[in-house]
């Protein structure tokens, strides 16, 4: 049986607010290129600042960013939880508790997570993108398929959308629509490590169906 790459989860492409950021925003907000001693200095002067304002939420998502870029899941976990508590409504906290939790494979908090966040901003292809690929983890294909395409219907360009749609017909052997997401995928992000992913996808098909195609 032929394996392709699992399905992309966003990585708390949300920072402060429940819009959308682009990936490249948020690895700069939550560290980036930072030495590890710069970023542990960092972490202790939002905890500090959090010490003296303790319901900033703005604070607290910051933090829990760089908690997750550190490796430091159950610090990142602690910290969104606590955004929730102050504020149930923060759709941004869901979207980053949901994403966590697939990361974790904790998929029935996952897919809670990110159905309350998608209630609370239900405009946001990211959330949509990420409960798809929750739902995808659950083996509830009918439903990430759905979700994947409610999401390039709001984002036509969503390369995490086309790339997770693409593995879910490719593991239904639907081998000419996987094709087709994964060389969009490449067409809009030539040189990116999902691209690199959809082209050797394409060449295992290809081999497979014996086409004969680079």
């Not at 959090?50 to 550190?70: R, S, T």
């Not at 606590?82 to 508790?97: F, K, Q, Y």
Request: overall charge negative; glycine content about 8%.
């Amino acid at each position: 049986m032929m394996r392709f790459a699992c399905v992309l989860v966003f990585a708390f492409a949300i920072a402060v607010l429940p819009g959308v950021s682009s990936e490249a925003d948020v690895i700069s907000d939550a560290g980036g290129a930072e030495s590890p001693e710069d970023v542990l200095l960092r972490i202790g002067e939002l905890t500090g600042r959090i010490a003296d304002n303790p319901k900033d939420v703005e604070l607290l998502i910051e933090l829990g960013n760089i908690y997750y870029e550190m490796n430091m899941l159950d610090d990142a976990l602690a910290t969104y939880i606590t955004v929730t508590e102050i504020d149930s409504t923060h759709a941004g906290a869901r979207l980053n508790l949901g994403t966590l939790y697939t990361d974790m494979g904790e998929l029935g908090e996952a897919v809670h997570e990110l159905e309350l966040a998608l209630g609370l901003d239900p405009e946001n292809p990211m959330i949509v993108t990420n409960l798809g690929s929750a739902y995808y983890g659950q083996r509830r294909y009918s439903d990430a398929v759905d979700m994947y395409r409610v999401a390039l219907h709001m984002d036509p360009d969503n390369v995490e959308a086309h790339f997770n749609l693409g593995v879910a017909f490719a593991d239904g052997q639907v081998f000419d629509e996987a094709v087709r997401e994964w060389e969009k995928v490449i067409e809009l992000s030539p040189g990116s490590a999902a691209a690199n992913i959809c082209k050797e996808n394409i060449l295992m098909i290809n081999e497979f169906r014996g086409d004969g195609k680079p």
